[in-house]
């Protein structure tokens, strides 16, 4: 493994570390986890810009949030398995924003950010959607506090075990007291990464629920 930089939290830089899809580098791999996982930030460290308008409002009905969590990650792993190359799984991914997102660019990766055509509100918060271009589909919440985080993201585990093909593995953390992620092996051969961690970017802590996945490496985006 090739040295890390400090992303989100000790979990995340341990949960990248440990992915190792095929037809990727090491480093491919932590930029898609850190591009699709976790609140970014400008080069200058300024916060995040929020991604274009909001969806049309939606019923805070956790049931139906997380059923639409489940149907866009079940479409984000039939995705990774088309073999597509990046061009083809960015455009196909950002299809489903309710307004086209602009890319942004950080030092680790360029990703893309918006919220779902379909909204996903669970406790009053809306997922937003993140896509890298290295291989990555996340929904993310971000400005939690620690509670909360860790509530959520023992319900989105519950929530989307059934895509894993086999039980989720918690990821082996540094400090479990700042972050803790779980993985799952899901059709096709990408990995699910359900978790949450305290932001080291912007305030409170985020939760994310990401696929990772390979692409063909002929094109770029």
């Known amino acids: 493994m090739i040295a890390a930089r400090e992303l989100a939290g000790p979990a995340i830089l341990a949960l990248a570390c ?9 480093a491919q791999t932590r930029a898609a986890f850190e591009a699709a996982s976790r609140p970014t930030s400008s080069d200058d460290g ?11 409002p939606a019923a805070d009905d956790p049931r139906t949030a997380w ?15 088309l073999d597509n190359d990046a061009v083809t799984f960015t455009a196909a991914a950002t299809a489903w924003c309710a307004v086209a997102p602009e890319p942004k660019s950080t030092a680790a990766a360029l990703s893309y950010a ?19 271009p290295d291989g990555a589909i996340g929904l993310l919440i971000d400005e939690l506090d620690e509670a909360a985080s860790r509530a959520l993201a023992d319900q989105a585990r519950a929530a989307t075990e059934r ?16 972050s803790a992620f779980h993985t799952c092996p899901v059709d096709g051969g990408s990995t699910l990464a359900v978790g949450c961690a305290r932001a080291t970017t912007g305030p409170g802590w985020f939760v994310s629920v990401t696929v990772l996945g390979a692409l063909r490496r002929s094109a770029a985006p």
């Open 46 to 56: 300024t916060p995040r810009e929020r991604p274009g308008r909001r969806p049309r």
């Open 163 to 178: 895509l894993c093909a086999t039980a989720f593995v918690a990821v082996p953390a540094d400090d479990a007291s700042v």
């Open 18 to 26: 440990s992915m190792s899809c095929s037809a990727r580098t090491d």
């Open 114 to 132: 918006c919220f779902p055509r379909e909204p996903m509100v669970v406790a009053g918060r809306t997922f937003t959607l993140e896509v890298s």
């Open 67 to 81: 059923q639409s969590v489940g149907e866009l990650l079940d479409s984000a792993i039939t995705l990774f398995g």
